[in-house]
């Protein structure tokens, strides 16, 4: 084997064209996981659910999961894919989205202060 066949071998090996996505369908994954609609908003209400029980109960392999199951990281790598792709406009949609977030925050915060006014934490679970 000479010089030439062996670097035609490992590029072979490390070539990533034959496993390149179809870009569109990336840009559209990445859009549609920007917006809470739907399933994403659906996903987002039942996560905050199990991660209020597990803050009821102490658990931390609840809140674990319940931040796993999250659909929040959508707008984050939204925002990382337009800066890096110079998409002006995918940017503007998510700083509309992320605009109303303080509310929502406050929204939150008073929704668990009842939860954990009504439910109220007894004895000292230990994990």
């Not at 931390?60 to 894919?81: D, E, H, K, N, Y």
Request: aromatic share 8%; proline share 4%; net charge positive.
């Amino acid at each position: 084997m000479n010089i030439k066949s062996l670097l035609l071998h490992i590029r072979g090996y490390l070539n990533l064209r034959p496993h390149k996505e179809n870009e569109q369908a990336i840009i559209d994954r990445v859009s549609a996981g920007i917006t809470f609609r739907g399933g994403n908003l659906w996903v987002l209400i039942f996560a905050i659910l199990i991660a209020s029980l597990g803050l009821n109960v102490n658990s931390t392999a609840v809140i674990i999961g319940a931040m796993l199951i999250s659909p929040l990281m959508g707008p984050i790598i939204g925002m990382g894919f337009a800066m890096g792709t110079m998409d002006i406009d995918m940017l503007a949609t998510i700083s509309e989205i992320l605009r109303p977030f303080p509310k929502k925050d406050y929204l939150c915060a008073s929704h668990s202060c009842l939860i954990f006014l009504r439910n109220k934490l007894t004895s000292i679970y230990i994990e």
